[in-house]
């Protein structure tokens, strides 16, 4: 059986200002044509379909119209689906049962009644109507479905109460799939955060740009303001985001992963993988390849002889920094190229000089030039601007003003209202900014209207 795996679209999202409609569209084109020219059986979607809990019109008809147009790809058995964090597990199933007359199977929740997990198995027939693979379709977890709350435990208790609930989970969906259908090959999903190594977490798998699940400790934040607060950093760690590769049973010959952005294998091994995000929503987000993964499982099959083949997404808009004087910038905007279909998305570093004024009227004479050197429809887009002084103080770091409010979002503002409050304590906890998140989605689904 040949499947595909992909996750984290995040429809509905943008870059700043800039919405990623364009490039999602064309996504979920390629990706059709992509299931048809590869002859896919299954796809599998492993979370964060939806930037979004209650997304945009505009995104939910992206999302159904690729449906839709799946439904005539010839080899294409079944769409698998299962819920992220950023998803309405209630909202995603509602339309259960009408998508299953189109095969596409959605998991919004893993059932409270742990009798009920097996619900969450899905069996996909071969030609000849029998099962040749079940994939244990698990969405993004909630704690309290797996029956595991926060007590007063410490964190290394606390994160080896879940791991252990984790592996139950995984290894009673895999004992009920071995016992139901023993012929067939194995496989499962998950929207959570697995760390690199079996004993140690890698810091710098926890960096994605949307769920800031954790930072690296010598990294710079959102503002260019080193982030050192090593015990911050710790805290985000100890959660119940992060957990080692041991919790999926050995008998998944691939396990299909969501909610880091960055598309790796995990813990050493081959078939535990993260395909990472296939468009881009935010500057560091840029870097990382965009790729989905075309797997081949076959019953008893080792993972180590599994067909991996590694399929490249591709760039549809380029996100570019640009760092420099006013003179260098001004080139640098009349000059630039992309490679891309999509105009360019810009943010832009100033350094000013010690005569320079911060915050004149800057932006708008920087349009100017992009307006004169570039057609209408493909002019690059400044989505944020920041100036700063390269002047060194006490530890050396360069002062960097704040953008004007303007450029700012919600959670940047919130951020620097924290850090002005509490000097001592770094960056606001994780905790208070999924919050803040909750409340940001809530206003976002307000300002929507209809
Ligand atoms: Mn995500």
């Not at 992909?6 to 919405?19: E, F, N």
């Not at 995104?59 to 299962?82: E, G, H, M, P, Q």
């Not at 809530?442 to 300002?447: A, T």
């Amino acid at each position: 059986m040949r499947l595909l795996h992909t996750s984290d679209w995040h429809l509905g999202a943008s870059i700043k200002q800039v919405d990623c409609h364009a490039e999602q569209d064309r996504f979920l084109s390629w990706l059709v044509d992509t299931l048809e020219e590869r002859d896919i059986d299954v796809l599998v979607v492993a979370g964060d379909i939806f930037h979004y809990s209650n997304p945009s019109n505009a995104a939910r008809k992206l999302f159904y119209n690729f449906l839709s147009r799946c439904a005539r790809v010839d080899n294409l058995r079944k769409i698998i689906i299962v819920a992220g964090n950023h998803d309405s597990p209630s909202g995603l199933e509602a339309p259960r049962e009408l998508l299953g007359h189109l095969d596409v199977h959605v998991v919004g929740a893993l059932p409270r009644d742990e009798e009920e997990w097996p619900t969450c198995l899905v069996p996909v027939e071969g030609h000849d109507g029998e099962v040749e693979l079940v994939v244990a379709a698990v969405p993004y977890v909630q704690e309290a479905r797996l029956g595991v709350s926060l007590g007063d435990g410490g964190e290394s208790e606390l994160r080896e109460e879940y791991q252990e609930a984790f592996a139950r989970l995984y290894r009673r969906l895999a004992d009920e799939a071995a016992e139901r259908w023993p012929q067939a090959a194995l496989a499962a999903t998950g929207h959570l955060t697995i760390y690199g190594k079996d004993d140690e977490p890698e810091k710098g798998d926890f960096h994605t740009g949307i769920h800031r699940t954790a930072k690296p400790a010598a990294s710079m934040g959102e503002m260019g303001e080193p982030i050192s607060d090593e015990a911050d950093h710790l805290r985000t760690i100890g959660t119940i985001e992060a957990m080692g590769p041991q919790i999926f049973d050995e008998r998944f010959q691939y396990v299909a992963l969501g909610h880091i952005h960055r598309p790796m294998p995990v813990g050493g091994t081959r078939h535990i993988r993260y395909c990472g995000t296939p468009v881009a929503t935010s500057l560091d987000e840029d870097t990382p390849p965009r790729q989905v993964i075309q797997v081949d499982v076959q019953a008893g099959a080792s993972p180590a002889d599994l067909p991996i083949e590694v399929v490249q997404v591709p760039k549809w808009r380029e996100i570019f920094e640009i760092d420099g004087s006013e003179a260098e910038i001004n080139d640098m905007l009349a000059q630039m190229k992309s490679a891309a279909e999509l105009p360019p998305v810009v943010f832009l570093r100033v350094q000013l000089g010690p005569d320079d004024v911060a915050g004149v009227d800057r932006l708008s004479r920087f349009k100017e030039i992009i307006d004169e050197h570039h057609e209408v429809g493909q002019r690059p887009v400044i989505v944020e601007l920041r100036e700063r002084y390269d002047v060194m103080v006490d530890g050396g770091e360069p002062i960097e003003k704040m953008p004007p409010i303007e450029e700012l979002s919600y959670l940047d503002v919130f951020e620097a209202m924290y850090r002005r409050r509490h000097p001592d304590r770094g960056a606001p906890p994780e905790r208070l900014v999924a919050k803040f998140r909750q409340i940001e989605q809530l206003m976002h689904s307000n300002e929507e209207g209809e």
